[in-house]
């Protein structure tokens, strides 16, 4: 299973390069990366392994792009030949969705290009059109009805029966509970940034019971009611073998997550996080017998 780090920063890339001089696997946005192309697909791509490129229809769906199916075309035309691969322009996230989005798939293979599909509807003919057609090596699973594990099995086990061939990418999701569980191929995440740059890090805790030993810990300023789950720097149970991690790990101590650069360090240690929740998820598999893809 690959895990792939959404809409990551060139700033986060060098520096965990720099640091463990190891290659990420990325996923880009069209939608959001400006004008980044050149630095991730040029310039630095020695410091990526596999890179793949979301067509920007979140961005769109969200009103937060005005992105258009032509543009996308154009630029996968000048650019998709860099990626390993690209998503569809899959723009209606409802359950009814399915004929914008398969028009405007159907519409970027009359350009000559190959977009991984993506599936909204769990339940209805969506899945069964892909898997008949027979010419799709993967399909994503982007729906709003993954938030259930159930459901988001179902579709799985839906695409391996009607074809154990086909590859899945599942599309914001990296739920350690499931991926250990369920034959998925690929996934990416956007948290590496989001939770450093809201004051946040994850750490895997050794010590913690059970399956997932994921805690969150808050390095902000002040100490706060947090949510059950939620620790704070300072009052951390583990905070002596947390801090024996970020010092071996990064070579930081406290203070670098409170000053200057203190988002950018937790972002590295996130994406390192991530990084290695993609190993655990492997190693978790291998005993379980549920194929790596």
């Not at 961005?59 to 199916?69: H, N, R, Y």
């Not at 899945?168 to 739920?175: D, E, L, P, T």
Request: glycine share 6%; net charge negative; aromatic share 16%.
């Amino acid at each position: 299973m690959i895990l792939y780090h959404a809409s990551l920063d060139l700033p986060v890339l060098k520096r965990y390069y720099e640091t463990f001089n190891e290659r990420l696997d990325v996923l880009l946005s069209v939608a959001l990366m400006g004008g980044n192309t050149k630095g991730f697909l040029k310039d630095h791509r020695h410091m990526i392994d596999k890179i793949v490129a979301d067509s920007g229809a979140w961005s769109v769906a969200k009103g937060a792009s005005s992105l258009t199916l032509e543009e996308v075309i154009s630029y996968f035309k000048l650019w998709g030949h860099k990626f390993c691969d690209y998503f569809n322009f899959d723009t209606d996230f409802t359950d009814k969705g399915f004929e914008n989005n398969i028009a405007n798939q159907l519409k970027m293979e009359s350009a000559g290009l190959n977009p991984i599909p993506v599936v909204h509807n769990f339940f209805d003919r969506e899945i069964d059109y892909y898997v008949e057609s027979d010419k799709y090596q993967w399909v994503a699973l982007g729906s709003s009805q993954s938030t259930n594990f159930d459901d988001f099995r179902y579709a799985v086990h839906r695409i391996k029966k009607g074809n154990p061939d086909i590859k899945i990418h599942w599309f914001g999701g990296s739920r350690f509970e499931w991926l250990v569980r369920l034959p998925v191929a690929s996934c990416d995440t956007s948290s590496w940034a989001k939770t450093g740059s809201y004051g946040f890090i994850n750490h895997w805790n050794e010590k913690k019971e059970g399956l997932n030993k994921t805690d969150r810990i808050y390095v902000g300023g002040r100490v706060r009611q947090d949510d059950k789950g939620t620790y704070h720097f300072l009052t951390y149970p583990w905070k002596d073998e947390l801090e024996t991690y970020l010092r071996k790990s990064f070579g930081f101590e406290y203070r670098d997550l409170c000053g200057y650069d203190d988002k950018l360090n937790m972002q590295l240690i996130n994406t390192r996080f991530y990084e290695e929740l993609e190993r655990r998820v492997n190693e978790e598999r291998i005993k379980r017998n549920i194929l790596l893809e």
